[in-house]
């Protein structure tokens, strides 16, 4: 059964800088990969959708990476803004594509 | 309509009632989604439909039914509420299965 964690559960940084979250995952055998922000009482906003034969993907401040053979994801912030702060989620499809499989999240906190 | 509507945005519900909760998209996308997130269990996939007349089952499908009659709706029925489905529930869609997901913003619902 595909598994996702993320580490760290929580994040506080200073403003301006650069960070990384980490998503890692069981079953290498993904279709695609998403990373998600989700404010407090609100619905998940899509950032960035990675396929699974891509290795990165950037927009804007944000750049997510991919490795399938050792799991893992990773989405660097580039000089955070208070407006990051939010719960970053990562999700994987399984490898037919029909359902994503959602990590619990890191909560970011930017400080100004 | 611009994007995902979900109705109601929240809901006091006895145990027993049945309840439709309703999603609308207007992007005129082939696959939808019901996911529930809970506190400490993140988001779960209850039902999916890949394209107008069909559905699936999710990771936790029971208690729940579905139907896709049109491209943009997808209720979804607690024929019987229970306690243990007080929850916020997310719509999504996506232009077709292991594409990005978008997500609606949500219903609150507490079974009592």
Redesign the interface.
């Known amino acids: 059964k595909q598994e996702v964690t993320q580490i760290p559960a929580a994040l506080s940084v200073p403003e301006g800088e650069n960070l990384v979250l980490n998503c890692s995952f069981t079953d290498s055998a993904i279709?695609?990969l998403?990373w998600?922000r989700q404010d407090p009482g609100?619905?998940?906003?899509?950032l960035l959708?990675i396929q699974s034969s891509q290795r990165e993907q950037t927009s804007g401040r944000l750049n997510a990476s991919l490795d399938k053979s050792s799991g893992r994801s990773t989405l660097y912030i580039a000089a955070s803004q208070p407006g990051d702060s939010a719960t970053y989620?990562c999700?994987v499809?399984n490898q037919?594509?029909?359902?994503?499989?959602?990590?619990?999240?890191t909560t970011l906190s930017v400080s100004s | 309509i611009a994007g995902i509507t979900q109705a109601p945005t929240s809901q006091i519900l006895a145990a027993g009632r049945r309840m439709t909760l309703r999603c609308t998209q207007d992007m005129r996308h082939n696959a939808m989604?019901w996911y529930r997130q809970d506190l400490?269990?993140?988001?779960?996939?209850i039902h999916?439909s890949?394209t107008a007349g069909t559905t699936?089952k999710?990771?936790v499908p029971d208690g729940y039914s579905v139907s896709r009659a049109n491209t943009d709706d997808f209720p979804l029925t607690l024929a019987s509420a229970v306690p243990s489905q007080t929850s916020v529930y997310?719509c999504?869609s996506g232009v077709q299965?292991?594409?990005?997901?978008?997500?609606?913003?949500?219903t609150r619902l507490t079974v009592l």
Do not use: D, H, M, V
Not at chain 1, 96 to 105: M, P
Not at chain 2, 40 to 45: A, K
């Open positions: 279709y695609n998403q998600f609100k619905g998940l906003t899509s959708l989620l999700a499809y037919a594509g029909t359902a994503l499989i959602f990590g619990k999240g | 989604y400490g269990l993140g988001l779960r996939l999916y890949n699936g999710g990771e997310f999504a299965e292991g594409n990005e997901q978008f997500f609606g913003p949500g």
